[in-house]
Structures are given as C-alpha cells and as structure tokens.
C-alpha cells in the first residue's frame, strides 16, 4: 500500500502525519520527497545512512567542431542553450536532460556529461526505513531527486511519500502512482483556497483521495463545507493541541510520547485500506 501525504501549501502538519503514521504501523517506509526542504529525518533521527548521488546529463559544446548553426538553441524549449555570432553557451541549471539538442546537432558538437544536483539518504531508524532526498542549493529542479528517491520504494508493504507543498510538478511526481492520497489541511480560509487546488490536481491523477484536518478547533468550517460538498471524506482530526506543538518543536513524534495516538493512527490506516478496495 502506497500512501502518499500531501498539501496545498506548506506547515499544515505533512510530515508529521506521514512520521506518526509511519511510527504506529510499525514496520513501514517513509519516502520525504520534500527533496527542497527534507525534514523527516529530523523527527527519525536515524544514526547511519548511505548517500549517492544524483546527477541529471547536461550538455557540453565542442568547440572546434561547432559552426554555430544555431539549431542547437532553436530545438531547446527551455532556453538552455544560447548561439550568437561565434559563440555557443550553456545554461546547465535550465537544462531538464532530454538530449534532443545533441540529436539535432548536425556535427556532432554536443556531447553528455554527468552534473551532480542532489543526493538521495537511506536509513533505517528502528522498524522504519526512510529515505529522503536532498537538492542542491541554488538548483531549480526538483523532480529527478524525487524520482531518485522513489527508486527505493518498496515493492512490498506499506510505503509513506511525503509530498512537498503545493502543486506544481514536484508534487505530481511523488503523487502519481500512489494508491492513495491524504490530504493535510487546516480549518482557516488559507487552507480552503490551497486544498481546493490540491483536490483538483490528486483528482487529474487519478488517485483515491482523503482528508485529515491539523489544528482542528481553530478558524471556520469552510473545510467541512468544502469536503462534504465534494464527496471527499475526512479521515482525521488533530487537535490544536500545545502538547503536540511542544513535542514538534523538540523533533519528537507525539505518538511517542501520547501512545493513545498509535490506534488512531492505525485506525486511520485501516479507513484507507479499505476505501483502497
């Protein structure tokens, strides 16, 4: 079972719902596909990991074969290259490794070299394996450490991909392909505006969908309005609870230190296993 944690905008509780929910099902793998700001590994505290890296292909020019044609440039959509006069330049962090201007190119003045823009971690911290990936600073593309990441995921068992925010190609990336999404969301009107976009983007994909509610007892009920309206049940509440803030704040799960949490959560679990068949 492959449950991917997601939100329209950032804070509303992911990754400690993925964590938690990892933590009281026992033997579970957590996926932080949040590869721009990982944090799970904060409330994990794994001690050993493996590391590799991740590097995507980008062009390099020969120059004593390039004529500067140009074609190079005109073929690339995302305006990695640049030819002007007698000169040829790349832009690697624009390049998104189709390798379509090498295929073009009608000297053969482009060839492929490996670039390094992130790392993927794997650890097992007790009956739970994470991996969580890492991009570079200053590097814009996410999705290929997600992809990275994913390629670790379990065949078997329950696997947790904790989504970034938002929902733009990143998200898509770690949401497509799960059997099943929870949405993590608040009761204020933020939170309406940005789980009205995710439910749009989890329905395009095609992936059965719930929502669990953070910081329930604060702002309005346009959540519960928007939810029932829609047909899309609400899976959990957690309260605004400081115990809980305070437990987050010192990188501790609360269902450790709250064991009645552990059979809401397998509770939780179960809801989806069978809304899943």
Same mark, same amino acid.
């Not at 050993?48 to 500067?68: K, M, N, Q, S, T």
């Not at 650890?123 to 394996?129: A, I, L, N």
């Not at 609870?241 to 064991?259: H, K, N, Q, T």
């Given at each position: ?46 001690e ?27 073929f ?43 790392? $993927?971690h794997?650890?097992?911290? *007790? %009956? ?7 991009? &570079?600073v /200053?590097? #814009?593309?996410a ?14 068992g ?54 669990? $509610?953070?910081?329930?007892?604060? *702002? %309005? ?7 029932? &309206?829609? /047909?899309i #049940? ?44």
């Open positions: 079972m492959k449950i991917a944690v997601a939100s329209g905008k950032g804070g509303t509780g992911k990754t400690s719902v993925a964590v938690n929910l990892a933590l009281s099902l026992g033997e579970a793998q957590v996926l932080d596909c949040d590869v721009e700001e990982p944090n799970a590994h904060i409330l994990l505290k794994p050993a990991e493996e590391v590799e890296a991740v590097e995507v292909l980008v062009p390099r020019i020969l120059e004593d074969r390039c004529d500067y044609c140009g074609k190079c440039a005109r690339c959509q995302y305006h990695a290259l640049f030819v002007a006069g007698e000169t040829a330049l790349v832009f690697p962090e624009l390049c998104h490794s189709c390798g379509g201007c090498s295929i073009v190119c009608p000297r053969d003045a482009i060839v492929e070299e490996p670039r390094q823009i992130g790392r $993927v794997k650890c097992s911290p *007790g %009956d739970v394996e994470l991996v969580y990936g890492e991009l &570079e /200053g590097e #814009p593309l999705v290929p450490i997600i992809a990275a990441v994913k390629h670790h995921m379990w065949e078997e329950t696997v947790i991909l904790d989504s970034p925010p938002g929902a733009a190609c990143p998200v898509v990336e770690t949401v497509q392909g799960s059997n099943f999404c929870l949405l993590v969301t608040e009761p204020t009107p933020f939170g309406l505006h940005d789980l009205e976009v995710a439910v749009e983007v989890v329905r395009q994909l095609g992936v059965p969908m719930g929502v669990v $509610v953070n910081f329930s007892g604060i *702002g %309005d009920r346009g959540v519960y309005r928007f939810c029932e &309206e829609q /047909g #049940p609400i899976m959990m509440e957690i309260p605004y609870d400081r115990r809980i803030a305070e437990l987050y704040s010192r990188g501790i799960p609360f269902v450790e230190e709250m064991p009645e949490w552990r059979r809401r959560f397998r509770d939780l679990a179960e809801r989806i296993e069978a809304a899943i068949q």
